[in-house]
């Protein structure tokens, strides 16, 4: 069973509020992504990392910032939440040095609303 | 430019039928390739995953995979569904995991419901 953990799984909160969505693993992964998934739409990478101070944006533009300032911990800020940000939010990490275990291992996901 | 198309949104069969979910993958390197499967509101499960070696792999709860570097695809087969394999079903494409650069990107899913 993966050790990759969100919080919270659903929020509900007001437009203009600062939020921060929590991703930790277990594993000791260097590489670490957040998707973003709208009901029944593919996922869409937002941002990586693949090592503590490293982060990249991914294919989809985001208005939301990553940091990664320990290898465990991966949270994702929204400073100014917007009901356009209203969506599923799934965390992943995988391995780096091993060529044969680079699946991606998923969180429960984080399900936002923004009225 | 690496991309992952799932030609199918959306399928329906019967339980006890044999299904086939179709993934082609563009990959400028040997590909590494994933099906997961995602239970509403949850997260994303490893199925099977193909590295090299054998074109045919095997993977959790009845799942196979063949991969087809001539037809650049990665289909996922079923002999007998069961209702419990409704789900929404993603096809995923990597490179290797020591490249900085690489990412797993996914397909856009395939829906699958069973007909009682």
């Known amino acids: 069973e993966a050790d990759i953990y969100q919080t919270p799984r659903y929020l509900v909160i007001g437009t203009g509020k600062k939020i921060t969505l929590e991703c930790s693993q277990t594993?000791?992964?260097?590489?670490m992504y957040w998707y973003q998934q709208d009901p029944g739409m593919e996922l869409h990478l937002i941002h990586y990392?693949?090592?503590?101070?490293?982060?990249e944006k991914g294919d989809l533009s985001s208005e939301s910032t990553v940091s990664r300032i320990r290898t465990e911990h991966f949270p994702l800020t929204l400073e100014s939440a917007r009901p356009s940000h209203t969506s599923q939010y799934l965390c992943?990490?995988?391995?780096?040095?091993?060529?044969?275990?680079?699946?991606?291992?998923f969180g429960q996901g984080t399900r936002l609303t923004v009225v | 430019a690496q991309s992952v198309t799932q030609p199918d949104i959306h399928i329906t069969v019967s339980e006890g039928a044999s299904l086939e979910l179709r993934c082609n993958y563009s990959?400028?390197?040997?590909?590494?390739l994933f099906w997961y499967v995602q239970s509403p509101g949850q997260g994303l499960q490893l199925l099977l995953k193909?590295?090299?070696?054998?074109?045919l792999v095997q993977g959790i709860k009845g799942f196979e995979a063949e991969f087809k570097r001539s037809q650049s695809s990665f289909n996922l087969r079923k002999p007998s569904v069961h209702w419990s394999d409704a789900a929404e079903y993603f096809c995923?494409?990597?490179?290797?995991?020591?490249?900085?650069?690489?990412?797993?990107?996914f397909g856009s899913g395939t829906r699958l419901s069973i007909r009682p």
């Open positions: 992943a990490s995988s391995e780096v040095r091993d060529p044969l275990n680079t699946e991606a291992f």
């Open positions: 594993m000791g992964h260097d590489k």
């Open positions: 990392s693949y090592g503590v101070n490293s982060t």
């Open positions: 990959y400028g390197a040997t590909p590494y």
């Open positions: 193909y590295f090299s070696g054998d074109t």
């Open positions: 995923a494409v990597g490179g290797k995991s020591y490249s900085s650069a690489s990412k797993i990107i």
